[in-house]
């Protein structure tokens, strides 16, 4: 009987618990689209990652796992580009951004709709103190804000495309 491989961090835990794990980093890592504290792309890699391990790559090998590393690092290449567009669209200043970040990080302790709106009103507030103009700044924190949602929902899309890569490698 083959003896299969172990991680070093984890020996000995059952597949039960393994597969429990990569599924609970995948989940992690979709939430992290639209979490910015959490790293999503790399959480979803990672329990993938994982979930091969398990079957110890006989079922996903390095081609499905290439793909997935790809889309993860795309995720990144979307968060940037649409952030950026959606400001750029709106001519928003560099402070917009700067403050839809700060905004970002501050709408984490307000829950979910501090999250979505924390980014509005950073970049605004970022703007308004960049140009002294209040509709531009309030055109600015809208489109860096649909900049930011566009690419989480894209951010998601890539992220659920990861987990049916590894899915259709699974089953096929």
């Keep these: ?52 391990f398990v079957d110890d790559f006989t079922k996903v090998g390095w081609f499905p796992l290439v793909v997935i590393g790809f889309l993860m690092v795309l995720t990144f290449v979307v968060d940037v580009v649409a952030t950026a567009l959606g400001a750029k669209k709106a001519g928003a ?42 509709r531009q700044a309030g055109r600015a924190g809208l489109g860096t804000w649909l900049g930011i949602v566009l690419g989480s929902a894209a951010k998601i899309a890539l992220m659920l495309a990861m987990v049916g890569v590894f899915a259709v490698a699974w089953l096929v």
Excluded: H
């Design 93 to 134: 200043s560099p402070l917009a951004l700067v403050g839809a970040g700060v905004g970002t990080i501050v709408g984490l302790f307000f829950g979910f709709v501090g999250v979505l709106v924390g980014p509005f009103v950073g970049a605004a507030l970022g703007e308004y103190l960049a140009r002294k103009d209040l």
């Design 1 to 52: 009987m083959a003896q299969r491989k172990t991680l070093a961090i984890l020996p000995g835990m059952p597949d039960a618990a393994l597969w429990a794990l990569a599924l609970l980093l995948v989940l992690a890592g979709i939430a992290g689209a639209v979490l910015p504290a959490i790293p999503g792309a790399p959480l979803v890699f990672g329990g993938l990652l994982l979930g091969a």
